[in-house]
């Protein structure tokens, strides 16, 4: 019996991680990634453009010479939080 309730509770901890992790922008993640090289205002510039421009930013920069390694839910953190902000 216990054994079934740990596993559930295990699989709703697991759920809401994922969906907290992939949902939620980071702002201090996204700040500190995009300021290694150049100031917020570059990005700020970009305010209010869609989602899909973000994605194709996010890894046109991340793919330079000395741009931070991210993993996969650190990436889309970062896209969330920007897309998120209005001009
Ligand atoms: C490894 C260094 C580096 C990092 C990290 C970096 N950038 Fe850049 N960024 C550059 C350089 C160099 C340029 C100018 C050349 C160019 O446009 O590719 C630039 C230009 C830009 C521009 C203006 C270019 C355009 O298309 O209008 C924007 C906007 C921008 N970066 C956003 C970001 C964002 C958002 C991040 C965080 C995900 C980021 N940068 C992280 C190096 C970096």
Same mark, same amino acid.
């Given at each position: ?12 901890? /697991? @759920? ?6 992939? *949902?939620?922008? +980071?702002?201090? #993640? !996204? ?15 970009? /305010? @209010? ?6 994605? *194709?930013?996010? +890894?046109?920069? #991340? !793919? ?24």
């Amino acid at each position: 019996m216990h054994w079934i309730i740990r596993y559930g509770l295990g699989v709703v901890a /697991f @759920g809401l991680w994922v969906s907290v992790g992939m *949902a939620a922008g +980071d702002k201090a #993640l !996204a700040e500190k990634t995009c300021t290694t090289c150049h100031n917020l205002k570059r990005v700020q510039a970009k /305010f @209010g453009q869609d989602r899909a421009a973000w994605e *194709a930013l996010v +890894d046109r920069m #991340l !793919a330079k010479a000395g741009a931070p390694k991210l993993s996969g839910v650190e990436r889309q953190a970062i896209i969330e939080w920007w897309a998120a902000q209005k001009p």
